[in-house]
């Protein structure tokens, strides 16, 4: 082993090896494993196989093999690279050092020329993969940096334009920045502010005295309090301010921020009591009632068949809002809310719809922060959008009480009241649902309760399907490989076959997120075509391997339904990429197998004849899964998790060391999932199972790992 492990290489680092051989991607890992490196290295056939790896993203570090001769491979995948991921570095692999070849390689772009053959060599090697894993880990934490600072910044921005204190952003100057409310101090719109001098917005006597003080300010001397100036409006009339001058930066340009603080005027439109009669008055008289009130509403039966839901509304952060405005003014706040909440609840008819208008319904106050109402709608979908429309609506008003002017964050929460329930038994799940919404922030809308979800989970599902739908017309599918490790010390690779679809957004969705949504949509035939046809394109890629990896490709029951077509297709894709070295195997669930017991007979004798073979998934949970080894040619079984999970239990041990015992007459191969744990892996070696899989062996990779694989975390 060569000495200095490189403490700065991310445990993990993902290597892609384009060109070459696995072979050769498998002595590379090793060289760098036995350098104190945990490093992985992958092996990618061509530029296509590339483009869609680095867009997956993991990758570390791209190294290219020389093909003699010629440097266009190294240039073509340069041209890949800095299209999808420039920030990558590129190394270019050799047999032997050339200084010549050397400098043709940096000057096509890549880092540097590295060889794999002497030790020397490998020293070489160790130190430019250190190198250049150092230097990207600080480009993505610069990148990172950026992205904050940029977000910050943003916020920033508009926090001024909601603050009601008047705000200018002042750069050698000239004014760069002004918020509404210093727009409105000076009666000029905000455009125009920005880019004009400063010395013309302040009044001529007092521009001297600004001068020194932005010198001051500059020297660090300048007074910690604001200093008393004159501005002046667009009309050319003087206003007298107090001005609080400070120093900021953004990027790498300095500012001086001028902010005025601006006394809110009391609001005169009526007094609280006037709106608390007000309110009242809308929702039918007197003022608003309590809980025991809105329990005695609820507990009344409907008053017509609409769809009926609870929706509570709860002012975000009240404790910090009171802390801020001072008890009286937050109550006054409070009534304000009350009011806007009010005018909202009901549904006006649009111009010129003949529906007669939504009824306003009563409001009453359930705590000093939270108010209910019980709504109804012609359909129960709209109650949704509903909620949606008061968060975002009440979010916008500005509330005034004494000198205080701000925006309440209000969490809304409806639960629809289903056929069979009673509306009393809304309000507790509501209120722990709405409470807990708010805490974590708050200012947003939700809808709750078994009829919201079924509803929601409906919805979810069609939109899943269209998502699956667009992304397999387009082609943003792609595969996941999980390792399947020997206890036996083969050589031989084996892999289950994931598939991964990715949204319009560019998010990776695990097939988890929309399987059920395929087999209720009837698109599962689909998927399943579209991963066999890839990992047939896969194991034709590595023709060239001596021992190609066996692929283990998931089969759904709609596809075990319609063995004919399922056929059809796998000869068709065998036609151009036939097998030769039975390293294909179709996967389905012993259950499926037992409700299509006789197409899975037909479909695993035709299978034989393709070179195929046939594995049977979620092994041991059916009521005869012995008769079924018996009776099916299968080459492979895989245990159910159960099995793993309760392996400690004497039961769940004999049942499957009678099923192995059966396996191995048969000469069928076992495989156990879910392994977590290395003290149940040794047992059941023990046992005799042939092959483990789960995460303490490895995590689903994006692409096919050369050598045996890092352990997953």
């Given at each position: 082993?060569?000495?200095?492990?490189?403490?700065?290489?991310?445990?993990?680092?993902?290597?892609?090896?384009?060109?070459?051989?696995?072979?050769?991607?498998?002595?590379?890992?090793?060289?760098?494993?036995?350098?104190?490196?945990?490093?992985r290295a992958a092996w990618i056939a061509d530029l296509e196989e590339l483009d869609e790896a680095l867009r997956r993203?993991?990758?570390?570090?791209?190294?290219?093999?020389?093909?003699?001769?010629?440097?266009?491979?190294?240039?073509?995948?340069?041209?890949?690279?800095?299209?999808?991921?420039?920030?990558?570095?590129?190394?270019?692999?050799?047999?032997?050092?050339?200084?010549?070849?050397?400098?043709?390689?940096?000057?096509?772009?890549?880092?540097?020329?590295?060889?794999?053959?002497?030790?020397?060599?490998?020293?070489?090697?160790?130190?430019?993969?250190?190198?250049?894993?150092?230097?990207?880990?600080?480009?993505?934490?610069?990148?990172?940096?950026?992205?904050?600072?940029?977000?910050?910044?943003?916020?920033?921005?508009?926090?001024?334009?909601?603050?009601?204190?008047?705000?200018?952003h002042v750069q050698d100057g000239v004014v760069s920045r002004a918020n509404h409310a210093f727009a409105a101090l000076?009666?000029?719109?905000?455009?125009?502010?920005?880019?004009?001098?400063?010395?013309?917005?302040?009044?001529?006597?007092?521009?001297?005295?600004?001068?020194?003080?932005?010198?001051?300010?500059?020297?660090?001397?300048?007074?910690?309090?604001?200093?008393?100036?004159?501005?002046?409006?667009?009309?050319?009339?003087?206003?007298?301010?107090?001005?609080?001058?400070?120093?900021?930066?953004?990027?790498?340009?300095?500012?001086?921020?001028?902010?005025?603080?601006?006394?809110?005027?009391?609001?005169?439109?009526?007094?609280?009591?006037?709106?608390?009669?007000?309110?009242?008055?809308?929702?039918?008289?007197?003022?608003?009632?309590?809980?025991?009130?809105?329990?005695?509403?609820?507990?009344?039966?409907?008053?017509?068949?609409?769809?009926?839901?609870?929706?509570?509304?709860?002012?975000?952060?009240?404790?910090?809002?009171?802390?801020?405005?001072?008890?009286?003014?937050?109550?006054?706040?409070?009534?304000?809310?009350?009011?806007?909440?009010?005018?909202?609840?009901?549904?006006?008819?649009?111009?010129?719809?003949?529906?007669?208008?939504?009824?306003?319904?009563?409001?009453?106050?359930?705590?000093?922060?939270?108010?209910?109402?019980?709504?109804?709608?012609?359909?129960?979908?709209?109650?949704?959008?509903?909620?949606?429309?008061?968060?975002?609506?009440?979010?916008?008003?500005?509330?005034?009480?004494?000198?205080?002017?701000?925006?309440?964050?209000?969490?809304?929460?409806?639960?629809?009241?289903?056929?069979s329930e009673a509306a009393t038994q809304a309000i507790d799940p509501l209120v722990r649902e709405a409470r807990r919404?708010?805490?974590?922030?708050?200012?947003?809308?939700?809808?709750?309760?078994?009829?919201?979800?079924?509803?929601?989970?409906?919805?979810?599902?069609?939109?899943?399907?269209?998502?699956?739908?667009?992304?397999?017309?387009?082609?943003?599918?792609?595969?996941?490989?999980?390792?399947?490790?020997?206890?036996?010390?083969?050589?031989?690779?084996?892999?289950?076959?994931?598939?991964?679809?990715?949204?319009?957004?560019?998010?990776?969705?695990?097939?988890?997120?929309?399987?059920?949504?395929?087999?209720?949509?009837?698109?599962?035939?689909?998927?399943?075509?579209?991963?066999?046809?890839?990992?047939?394109?896969?194991?034709?890629?590595?023709?060239?391997?001596?021992?190609?990896?066996?692929?283990?490709?998931?089969?759904?029951?709609?596809?075990?339904?319609?063995?004919?077509?399922?056929?059809?297709?796998?000869?068709?894709?065998?036609?151009?990429?036939?097998?030769?070295?039975?390293?294909?195997?179709?996967?389905?669930?012993?259950?499926?197998?037992?409700?299509?017991?006789?197409?899975?007979?037909?479909?695993?004798?035709?299978?034989?004849?393709?070179?195929?073979?046939?594995?049977?998934?979620?092994?041991?949970?059916?009521?005869?899964?012995?008769?079924?080894?018996?009776?099916?040619?299968?080459?492979?079984?895989?245990?159910?998790?159960?099995?793993?999970?309760?392996?400690?239990?004497?039961?769940?041990?004999?049942?499957?060391?009678?099923?192995?015992?059966?396996?191995?007459?048969?000469?069928?191969?076992?495989?156990?999932?879910?392994?977590?744990?290395?003290?149940?892996?040794?047992?059941?070696?023990?046992?005799?199972?042939?092959?483990?899989?789960?995460?303490?062996?490895?995590?689903?990779?994006?692409?096919?790992?050369?050598?045996?694989?890092?352990?997953?975390?």
């Amino acid at each position: 082993m060569l000495a200095d492990a490189p403490d700065t290489v991310a445990a993990g680092s993902l290597l892609l090896l384009i060109g070459g051989s696995e072979d050769r991607a498998r002595g590379l890992e090793t060289a760098l494993r036995q350098s104190g490196f945990a490093a992985r290295a992958a092996w990618i056939a061509d530029l296509e196989e590339l483009d869609e790896a680095l867009r997956r993203g993991g990758a570390d570090l791209i190294v290219c093999a020389a093909e003699t001769g010629s440097r266009a491979s190294l240039a073509a995948v340069l041209a890949v690279c800095s299209s999808v991921a420039p920030e990558l570095p590129v190394l270019e692999l050799g047999a032997t050092h050339d200084l010549a070849a050397t400098n043709l390689a940096l000057r096509l772009g890549a880092r540097d020329r590295i060889c794999a053959g002497t030790e020397a060599d490998l020293h070489h090697l160790c130190h430019v993969v250190r190198r250049e894993s150092s230097r990207l880990r600080s480009e993505r934490e610069l990148i990172q940096a950026r992205t904050r600072m940029a977000a910050f910044e943003t916020r920033h921005r508009e926090r001024l334009d909601d603050i009601s204190d008047a705000v200018i952003h002042v750069q050698d100057g000239v004014v760069s920045r002004a918020n509404h409310a210093f727009a409105a101090l000076l009666q000029k719109p905000a455009d125009l502010l920005v880019g004009s001098s400063l010395m013309d917005l302040v009044a001529p006597d007092q521009q001297p005295r600004i001068k020194d003080q932005l010198r001051q300010l500059a020297r660090g001397k300048a007074s910690d309090g604001p200093f008393p100036t004159v501005l002046l409006r667009a009309d050319g009339q003087p206003v007298a301010v107090d001005v609080h001058l400070t120093q900021g930066t953004v990027g790498r340009q300095s500012f001086v921020e001028w902010l005025i603080r601006v006394e809110a005027e009391a609001a005169t439109t009526e007094p609280a009591a006037d709106a608390g009669s007000r309110v009242a008055a809308d929702a039918g008289g007197g003022a608003l009632q309590d809980r025991l009130a809105l329990f005695r509403a609820l507990a009344q039966p409907a008053a017509d068949a609409r769809p009926r839901a609870v929706m509570l509304f709860i002012a975000d952060g009240f404790a910090s809002l009171e802390a801020r405005v001072g008890l009286e003014d937050a109550e006054l706040l409070m009534t304000q809310v009350a009011a806007a909440i009010q005018t909202r609840i009901g549904a006006p008819p649009a111009t010129g719809s003949t529906v007669a208008p939504v009824a306003a319904a009563a409001l009453y106050r359930f705590s000093t922060d939270e108010w209910v109402a019980v709504v109804s709608r012609a359909t129960a979908a709209e109650f949704e959008a509903l909620a949606d429309r008061l968060c975002r609506e009440l979010a916008q008003q500005v509330f005034t009480a004494g000198t205080h002017e701000t925006r309440v964050s209000l969490t809304v929460a409806a639960y629809p009241i289903g056929a069979s329930e009673a509306a009393t038994q809304a309000i507790d799940p509501l209120v722990r649902e709405a409470r807990r919404a708010s805490a974590e922030g708050g200012g947003r809308a939700l809808v709750t309760g078994p009829t919201a979800q079924a509803q929601a989970d409906a919805r979810e599902n069609a939109r899943r399907a269209a998502q699956l739908k667009r992304a397999l017309d387009h082609d943003r599918m792609h595969l996941a490989y999980q390792s399947i490790a020997s206890l036996e010390g083969e050589a031989r690779q084996h892999f289950d076959v994931l598939v991964r679809m990715v949204d319009e957004s560019g998010q990776e969705r695990h097939a988890g997120e929309f399987i059920d949504a395929a087999v209720q949509f009837g698109l599962m035939r689909a998927v399943d075509r579209w991963v066999l046809g890839q990992a047939i394109k896969v194991l034709a890629k590595r023709e060239r391997s001596d021992e190609p990896p066996v692929l283990f490709v998931k089969i759904s029951e709609d596809s075990l339904r319609d063995t004919e077509r399922l056929l059809a297709t796998l000869r068709e894709q065998l036609a151009t990429h036939p097998l030769r070295q039975r390293e294909l195997c179709l996967a389905v669930q012993e259950l499926s197998v037992q409700n299509h017991l006789r197409k899975t007979l037909a479909l695993a004798q035709a299978l034989e004849q393709l070179g195929v073979g046939l594995a049977i998934e979620h092994f041991g949970i059916g009521t005869h899964s012995s008769a079924l080894l018996e009776q099916l040619p299968a080459r492979f079984v895989k245990f159910h998790a159960s099995y793993t999970r309760n392996f400690s239990d004497a039961a769940t041990q004999r049942k499957m060391a009678d099923l192995l015992s059966i396996t191995r007459r048969r000469g069928i191969r076992t495989i156990a999932s879910h392994v977590e744990d290395a003290n149940v892996m040794a047992r059941m070696w023990q046992l005799g199972i042939n092959y483990i899989q789960g995460y303490h062996v490895q995590e689903p990779e994006a692409v096919l790992l050369s050598t045996t694989p890092i352990r997953g975390n």
